[in-house]
């Protein structure tokens, strides 16, 4: 018999500031990711999250949509620092979070060589404009990341043509045991030169240096990417438990890119539609294991500040979702929830701090309470009981809310 607990992830979909977010988020204090796509579009019909709980978790109905009695819903408030998809994800997955630092690569360039040269690499310092970066092994940056919040990430970068991603890979394991911001982004493309990267050299306020991520040509073919989170180990986390006890994994959309799943399998893509149908056809495919989704442009339309496209990728999601559900049997679990906020109407395009959905389907358990979580872990948590392996790091299970 089929037993598959599967995990949909509306990017960047909260229900409401946290508590914290005065002081952890100054700014976010008023955020509402829900509030403000219904204040536009108040006639907003979801049959199926309607039917789940959304207006049960968000504490208030709306024209189109009510409570729904049937449903079990609570809460989840995000444990990890900010509001961050890379960082909300290691959590889902059961990772205790560590606060990361914020240096700029200067801070931590001489001590990256030494470790580096410690584990016979060779390692070349590039000077420009009073800023040094490292070229390690003749083809591989390592330098601050010009994407994201300044001084948060590095980024090693190579053109794959001339090095391997698994030697550029080893290399950014390295970097990661030294620094304690908040992520390491390896990544590569082919087709592209060293020339390329040195053209994408750029300086951010006169302290940061790095290679322009799109500027470098990585992205035009064969790219690949890894993350690598402050404090995360995929060995605490329900992928790599649940893959080594025997049971498949799966992981669809962005996921795929940011959690790690040796044994299991990943799907990289991004159209919502493309991700609902793969969905679909994947937990068909599971005899018995976890399948985690993630619907990246909920987040996406977030970062636009378009409740218009927000609106439009949640009806094609909520359909995915009313597809799914009478495939699902009385050993099946559905849970959908969200990794933060993503307010389009706040006024920028960040993530915003929000306590996010948590609604829970299973065949004949119905009007179950399952509270506000402390930390988005209990989902990896309850994955691994419900399947009966070990626990991972982080996260209580609410499975036993779950049984009659």
């Not at 607990?5 to 509306?10: F, M, Q």
């Not at 008023?30 to 579009?41: F, G, H, Q, V």
């Amino acid at each position: 018999m089929k037993k598959r607990l599967i995990v949909i992830v509306l990017d960047g979909f909260g229900i409401g500031a946290m508590e914290d977010a005065r002081l952890a988020r100054p700014g976010d204090e008023t955020a509402n990711t829900l509030r403000s796509i219904l204040k536009d579009y108040p006639d907003l019909k979801l049959p199926a999250l309607e039917k789940l709980g959304l207006m049960n978790a968000y504490g208030k109905e709306s024209a189109s949509m009510k409570f729904s009695p049937e449903a079990n819903f609570g809460s989840c408030e995000l444990m990890h620092y900010g509001a961050d998809t890379f960082m909300g994800h290691q959590e889902i997955m059961g990772t205790l979070p560590k606060k990361p630092e914020v240096h700029p690569f200067q801070e931590k360039a001489d001590a990256v060589k030494s470790h580096l040269e410690a584990n016979g690499h060779q390692v070349q310092v590039i000077e420009r404009q009073g800023l040094r970066y490292l070229l390690v092994d003749h083809y591989v940056t390592v330098a601050d990341n010009l994407e994201a919040d300044l001084g948060m990430c590095y980024n090693v970068t190579a053109p794959l043509d001339l090095i391997s991603f698994e030697e550029e890979y080893a290399i950014a394991r390295k970097v990661r045991e030294v620094v304690t911001v908040g992520r390491v982004i390896v990544f590569g493309g082919t087709g592209n030169t060293m020339e390329d990267l040195w053209n994408a050299e750029e300086v951010k306020e006169g302290r940061f240096i790095g290679i322009a991520s799109a500027k470098s040509k990585s992205y035009d073919q064969g790219y690949q990417c890894r993350h690598l989170g402050y404090g995360v180990d995929q060995n605490v986390q329900a992928p790599t438990i649940l893959t080594k006890a025997g049971y498949d994994c799966t992981l669809i959309g962005k996921v795929a890119d940011i959690v790690s799943n040796d044994r299991g399998l990943s799907i990289s893509c991004v159209p919502t539609q493309e991700v609902m149908d793969l969905t679909y056809r994947e937990t068909e495919a599971i005899n018995q294991g976890f399948l985690c989704t993630n619907v990246q442009e909920t987040d996406l339309a977030g970062h636009s500040q378009s409740t218009m496209v927000y609106k439009r990728i949640l009806e094609i999601a909520d359909q995915g979702i009313s597809r799914l559900l009478p495939e699902l049997t009385s050993q099946d679990i559905l849970v959908i929830m969200a990794d933060h906020g993503n307010d389009p109407n706040i006024g920028h395009s960040k993530h915003t701090r929000e306590r996010v959905p948590l609604l829970v389907y299973k065949k004949g358990i119905t009007g179950r309470r399952l509270g506000r979580r402390n930390t988005l872990s209990d989902i990896g948590a309850t994955v691994c009981d419900y399947f009966g392996t070990d626990a991972p790091q982080n996260g209580e299970s609410f499975l036993p809310v779950l049984k009659n």
